[in-house]
């Protein structure tokens, strides 16, 4: 017992330690939550919070809410959050009673077998898996086509993209104004190398947008992780909206990482847990760069898709392919059956059914919350 006691006392100490450090410089990327976890239960013999499989990723426990395409509240995260109930009618001086709804969301898009969207499908036409066991009722359904967006530009400005630079961001330019929608959408720019520049924060000016993608110039290393870690974590998780939007990421890079102070995992988990979906554009032509397994990874834990051009005017195809995914979601809640607040996590299986040789294309499971 005495034993036991002093184990937990140590783990406390570290996780206290660890808290100060970052506190005195911010810039020292924490590890991801499951990282913690992990480092605290080792000495306890407690199983940590599992990570989830190399083939197969989580989904944000920010989901959105709405019944039948009524949008009941914002986009912030509804598995395992107080929602506030009024005092019923004539009962004014009542307390506020608080109650949690643990529903969890997906979005998702839907191919045939030629890889074209397939936007007219309605909620009957999928069936949900979650950790193993049928959903059973499909709580909303809507089709996500001119949902506000949220949008992060990340481009790889290290030495190794020099020759291609200027390419690359005069179609990033092309993506932005053909993208963002004044006085709906927003973007921020993003440029790193060995560490990482906001050139331009949210905004819906796409003049402001082409200014900030113009001011970067490469050179130095190159810190990816570090970079889509930070953008998830101080930029669209902390995003604020009125109403349900879409965050997503845009990273343009060859994915050779060789300065990062968190690892790939780390940097997918920040994205799960800010509920981005993570695109990926290659910067290796022609395909086939040792980076590309790493773009591969990423984009499809967060549900996004990885893009190898073959040549550098393929770029540029990436960006519109991008833009149609982004108008062309749907969107659907559940509750998991026997969910605990547990910080596990639960894979999330979406399925087509009544048509064949249907694709869906989604997150492959989520975070549960911990409080």
Same mark, same amino acid.
């Given at each position: 017992?005495?034993?036991?006691? =002093?184990?937990?006392?140590?783990?406390?100490?570290?996780?206290?330690?660890?808290?100060?450090?970052?506190? $005195?410089?911010?810039?020292?990327?924490?590890?991801?939550?499951?990282?913690?976890?992990?480092?605290?239960?080792?000495?306890?013999?407690?199983?940590?919070?599992?990570?989830?499989?190399?083939?197969?990723?989580?989904?944000?426990?920010?989901?959105? $809410?709405?019944?039948?395409?009524? &949008?009941?509240?914002?986009?912030?995260? %509804?598995?395992?959050? !107080?929602?506030?109930?009024?005092?019923?009618? /004539?009962?004014?001086?009542?307390?506020?009673?608080?109650?949690? *709804?643990?529903?969890?969301?997906?979005? +998702?898009?839907?191919?045939?077998?030629? =890889?074209?969207?397939?936007? #007219?499908? /309605?909620?009957?036409?999928?069936? *949900? *898996?979650?950790?193993?066991?049928?959903?059973?009722?499909?709580?909303? +359904?809507?089709?996500?086509?001119?949902?506000?967006?949220?949008?992060?530009?990340?481009?790889?400005?290290? =030495?190794?993209?020099?020759?291609?630079?200027?390419?690359? &961001?005069?179609?990033?330019?092309?993506?932005?104004?053909?993208?963002?929608?004044?006085?709906?959408? &927003?973007?921020?720019?993003? !440029?790193?190398?060995?560490?990482?520049?906001?050139?331009?924060?949210?905004?819906?000016?796409?003049?402001?947008?082409?200014?900030?993608?113009?001011?970067?110039?490469?050179?130095?290393?190159?810190?990816?992780?570090?970079?889509?870690?930070?953008?998830?974590? #101080?930029?669209?998780?902390?995003?604020?909206?009125?109403?349900?939007?879409?965050?997503?990421?845009?990273?343009?890079? #060859? !994915?050779?990482?060789?300065?990062?102070?968190?690892?790939?995992?780390?940097?997918?988990?920040?994205?799960?847990?800010?509920?981005?979906?993570?695109?990926?554009?290659?910067?290796?032509?022609?395909?086939?760069?040792?980076?590309?397994?790493?773009?591969?990874?990423?984009?499809?834990?967060?549900?996004?898709?990885?893009?190898?051009?073959?040549?550098? %005017?393929?770029?540029?195809?990436?960006?519109?392919?991008?833009?149609?995914?982004?108008?062309?979601?749907?969107?659907?809640?559940?509750?998991?059956?026997?969910? @605990?607040?547990?910080?596990?996590?639960?894979?999330?299986?979406?399925? @087509?059914? =009544?048509?064949?040789?249907?694709?869906?294309?989604?997150?492959?499971?989520?975070?549960?919350? %911990?409080?």
């Amino acid at each position: 017992m005495q034993r036991s006691r =002093n184990i937990v006392l140590v783990a406390l100490a570290a996780l206290l330690l660890a808290v100060i450090a970052y506190s $005195q410089n911010p810039d020292e990327l924490p590890s991801a939550p499951s990282a913690v976890i992990q480092q605290k239960a080792q000495p306890a013999q407690q199983a940590p919070s599992p990570s989830p499989p190399a083939e197969a990723s989580s989904a944000a426990t920010t989901p959105d $809410q709405g019944t039948d395409g009524k &949008q009941e509240a914002s986009d912030a995260a %509804t598995t395992g959050v !107080g929602v506030k109930e009024k005092p019923k009618s /004539g009962s004014e001086e009542s307390p506020t009673i608080v109650r949690t *709804v643990n529903e969890v969301s997906v979005v +998702f898009t839907v191919t045939d077998k030629h =890889n074209h969207y397939v936007k #007219d499908l /309605g909620k009957g036409d999928f069936k *949900v *898996v979650d950790d193993e066991k049928p959903v059973e009722e499909i709580r909303s +359904f809507r089709r996500e086509t001119e949902l506000p967006l949220r949008v992060g530009l990340l481009i790889d400005a290290s =030495n190794s993209i020099r020759d291609r630079f200027k390419f690359e &961001q005069e179609s990033a330019i092309e993506f932005l104004n053909q993208t963002i929608r004044p006085r709906y959408d &927003q973007a921020f720019v993003l !440029g790193f190398d060995t560490e990482s520049e906001i050139t331009q924060d949210f905004t819906d000016s796409t003049e402001a947008l082409s200014r900030g993608v113009r001011a970067m110039r490469p050179g130095g290393g190159t810190a990816l992780f570090d970079a889509l870690y930070k953008a998830s974590r #101080d930029k669209l998780m902390q995003s604020s909206q009125t109403g349900s939007v879409r965050r997503a990421i845009i990273l343009v890079t #060859d !994915g050779d990482d060789n300065a990062s102070h968190v690892t790939r995992e780390e940097a997918i988990e920040m994205a799960l847990r800010a509920n981005v979906i993570v695109y990926t554009i290659s910067t290796n032509f022609p395909a086939g760069g040792r980076g590309d397994k790493e773009l591969l990874r990423i984009a499809d834990a967060t549900g996004g898709r990885s893009f190898e051009p073959f040549q550098l %005017t393929d770029v540029a195809n990436a960006f519109a392919q991008i833009q149609d995914d982004l108008r062309s979601q749907y969107a659907l809640s559940y509750r998991p059956a026997n969910f @605990a607040h547990d910080g596990r996590y639960r894979t999330i299986e979406v399925l @087509a059914q =009544n048509r064949k040789g249907l694709k869906v294309r989604s997150r492959h499971g989520y975070y549960a919350p %911990t409080e």
